[in-house]
């Protein structure tokens, strides 16, 4: 094992303290860091333990608001929510970008790698937009999410955006997806999919569009990264050509969906 003598000697309180040491004190502080640092490295070998489901729900009575309730609707880790700045009187989705679905991070880093590794327009589209409803409900988020944007984007692409929930609870090696750590994490190590997932499913494998939200799947798993600096610059072109934006603004042409845009541009309506 290297010892790291800078982190070794600041945890003696520094030189200073170190010189004040005999010989004896020395060696046995060193076996002592050195214990200390092996235990920490057998600890972040360890496998994950992942909860159960029984341990997921009993965490239910432990919060203020339930985990299906949208980001704008619920604070950061117990802090009050904040004011949010008011959507502009014809807002486009760029608009919803920067004020309702911010960071985005997740979307964006998505649609990056759906682009670089050379997807169609409408893969790239649905990856940039798969995860945004969870600004608004989570659960059933594929459904929800192509509710919202079905009348302004192409068929496939909505459906990408519907049937994505259901085939990330499905492994496909082929296509290179896994079943993700992130949902023994949220789900429970336990947990197996409802009956209209596991039929949804079923209809899906044998779908000529099964790629299309597969497709979202795999670009999804690997869109996690922290450091990643991405933006929505580069998908304004597609956005042009494929997103349906109406004149009267989101929330105000009348479409089926324009309640769920207007319920995202005041979340704080009593009503
Ligand atoms: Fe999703
Ligand atoms: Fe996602």
Redesign the pocket.
Known sequence: MEVDRRAFIASLGGVAAVNLMDHEAKAEALEHYMEDKLDEMVAAQQPEKFPTVAEIEAQITTRPYRRGAGSVFTGQRGENVKLIEPMPAKPTLNDFFRLRFAPAN??LQ?ATRAMKTGMSEEIILACLL??CVLSLIKPDHGWWGAQLFEPYIPEKSAFAIRY?QTLRFYADDDAGYEYPDQYYRIFGHDYQPPQYIADTYKMLKNHKWYMEPRLVTVN?LY?FDPNAKVSIEPFQDIIGRHFKQPKEGLGYDNSSSAHMWRTLARPDNPL
């Open positions: 997740h979307v998505s798969h995860d994505h999804d869109a």
